[in-house]
């Protein structure tokens, strides 16, 4: 299986010149967290996930794979996935 979401993460941060640090403070995090998650170490949860889409303006399908393309599709999609997943 490909991990999809470190890459997508670190390529995102990197093309719009966020440093980890940014990042971090930006998602009320440390910069070691970031780090993981860039690594495959860690995932982030839900939450986290919807608020690296809207701080990178981009859609939770990208971030996962699921898109090619790093436009968003719709905030209210994004709400209905997670919800759905928090039942």
Excluded: Q
């Amino acid at each position: 299986t490909t991990i999809v979401f470190p890459e997508r993460l670190n390529s995102l941060r990197t093309e719009k010149s966020v440093s980890r640090t940014m990042l971090a403070e930006a998602l009320h995090v440390s910069v070691r967290t970031v780090s993981h998650w860039e690594n495959g170490k860690r995932e982030c949860n839900f939450e986290t996930l919807v608020a690296i889409a809207n701080y990178f303006d981009c859609s939770t399908d990208y971030l996962l794979g699921r898109k090619e393309s790093e436009k968003k599709s719709s905030a209210l999609l994004d709400f209905l996935f997670i919800s759905f997943c928090l039942i």
